[in-house]
Nanobody, 123 residues
Framework: QVQLVESGGGLVQAGGSLSLSCAVS????????MGWFRQAPGKGREFVAV????????YYADLVNGRFTISRDNVKNMVYLQMNSLKPQDTAVYYC????????????????WGQGTQVTVAS
């Protein structure tokens, strides 16, 4: 059984930064492509960023490209999302997800999900 546990969410002012972490356990972490997705109130879940097991390729959603950075540590079994220049529209529950196979932004192909962490950006 694979478990993903997110942490690092919270309340921040617009223009500020937050760093999210996701701890993965239960299987060899290095085989997974890892992704971050988010769901804002009243909206569907959407792609944010994904990273291959080898750290390449990396894909970002247009809305976050240049502001967010995804990274991973295959020794610590961790994946991170550094979020800078945050905007109120970034407010959402952020989910960490994993899949075996190639890296893709296609959310429905991800097999394992964390419980989510709330990020709130105040204007």
């Amino acid at each position: 059984q694979v478990q993903l546990v997110e942490s690092g969410g919270g309340l921040v002012q617009a223009g500020g930064s937050l760093s999210l972490s996701c701890a993965v356990s239960g299987r060899t972490f290095s085989v997974f492509a890892m992704g971050w997705f988010r769901q804002a109130p009243g909206k569907g879940r959407e792609f944010v960023a994904v990273i291959n097991w080898s750290e390449s390729p990396i894909y970002y959603a247009d809305l976050v490209n240049g502001r967010f950075t995804i990274s991973r540590d295959n020794v610590k079994n961790m994946v991170y999302l550094q979020m800078n220049s945050l905007k109120p529209q970034d407010t959402a529950v952020y989910y960490c997800a994993a899949r075996t196979g190639f890296t893709t932004p296609r959310m429905r192909t991800y097999d394992y999900w964390g419980q989510g962490t709330q990020v709130t950006v105040a204007s």
